[in-house]
């Protein structure tokens, strides 16, 4: 399916763009085909929903890939440990232990923190600004990384704690092990990820494809006697 951008929806973000140019797509369903890498515009695939589209652009939907798994309803799961940190009637702050995915996706539906969440505070007490199987779902972290989330518990403080996360006015600090040594002791790491081309569940670095994604490093401490 092929969608021509008009001057009205020139400006719009992709997952609000598709629907209104096509009433037969839900937004939701756009939010889906769009991080399933369903969807290219002028010929690129994006995977990043906020992406702007501009009068003329051309967004070409890959129908014939299902995404019918993401399509399965959610629901809690009390059996999985929440270490809440803080908790207001805004937000929570979580420390995520290792081994827990984030939020449901191929292959997965009921062991993860979003699943956790449901079980505490259902769809109503959590944001639904990341969609359906992202609710509260800020930012996130991968499966074996442990460390700090935030989720937020309405709309507006979802959208404002994405704004500060997107304007660089959140820090956030990793501790990681890592193999060899850099050979600089100071660096920066600036590329874009996006998800990998035959594997859902895995991500993979792009030249110019996906969210652009930058990380500036510092050794602490050396191990490495080469």
Known sequence: ??????????????????????????????QKYIRANNVSVNGKIYDAISHTVMENDIIT????????EEDKKIEGNPNIELNIVYEDKFLLVINKQAGLTVHPGAGNHTDTLVNALLAKYDFKGLSSVAGDTKPGIVHRLDRDTTGVLLVAKDNATHRELSRQIKD?????IYHALVWNKPT????????????????????SVYKTTGKHAVTNYKLIKSYFEG
């Open 168 to 172: 660089r006015e959140v820090q956030r």
């Open 1 to 30: 399916m092929e969608i021509i951008v008009n001057s009205k929806n020139s400006g719009n973000r992709l997952d609000k763009a598709i629907p209104a140019l096509q009433p037969k797509l839900s937004r939701t369903s756009a």
């Open 61 to 68: 939907i890959n129908e014939a890939i299902k995404v019918a």
């Open 184 to 203: 600089l002791i100071v660096g920066k790491v600036d590329t874009f990820m996006g998800r990998h081309h035959s594997d859902r569940r895995k991500r």
